[in-house]
């Protein structure tokens, strides 16, 4: 994660480049995901996603 | 009258302290200076103050040694400070402007110069005591995860997921989609978030199948003065390569 914490705007980047079709599907399962981590698929690719915190 | 320009020279005295508290406290996420009472104020501007008259006064030592000049902080200090008649004051006037007015810009560059350490070493997000004031910035940039009382790291976080509930005009409306952007404002708060591929539904639809429905365009603003609250949640999201089976995903 990167920010320019100094500064009054905040931009926010990511590792993972994200589609809306994977954010969708994340919203969709956000229920399902705990700190232990979830594996799902999204067309041909498989991501694992875990909470944090 | 003397007493009056001995109070106008001991404010002047302490006004580097004010000058390096206004200067570390400038960013953004701490802007907002709370009163904390009289004593803790007069503590805060006179520790700083006499922290930076040291550091000054090495500096002008320093210079004077440099460009030949003379410089004797005692004699102006015992005369600024302790002088009783009106024409010892007329005489160091000028000198003391001078010197209290480099302090101040000492004080000013220290101030900026700090908050950069602090930032740096990460020493606000380990320690309260170099915590600043506005703690959106923590939770919505994700560096709350490394306070010590919390585990993982800011590092992993890829994906914020924020559930903010708003209120539009006699409804109440839930938006949820990904953080990317959020603006604090001047007085210490939250100005507003932006959220991307962001859904929403109405909280009475709360039961219903396929309650959310999609906000067309990319991004959506959300002003803070209309969400009632917030839900942030990280995680960390990451592509596999390796095989797995349908029946293991979700």
Redesign the interface.
Known sequence: ?K?K????????S???K?S?EL??K??D??K??DGE?????LGE????????? | MAFAVSTLFLFLFILPGITFKRAYLSSAFSRKLKFSGVLDEVFWALFPSIIMHILSYFLLLAAATAFQFDFNLKQLLSIALLQQSNEGYGDIFVSYLLYCTFVMTVSFFMGHVCRKIVRTLKLDRKFKLFRFTNDWHYLLSGEFLDFPEVPDHPEEVSFKLVNALTSVGSQQMIYIGELIHFTLSDEGGLENIVLKDAKRRLLQDDLSENRYYEIPGRYITIPYKTIININVRYFYLEEVTEDYGDEELL
């Open positions: 994660m920010s914490s100094d500064n009054k705007q905040h931009w926010i990511n590792k993972v994200k809306r954010v969708y994340l919203i399962i956000n399902e995901i981590g979830k594996t799902f698929r690719k498989v991501y694992f996603v875990r909470e944090l915190g």
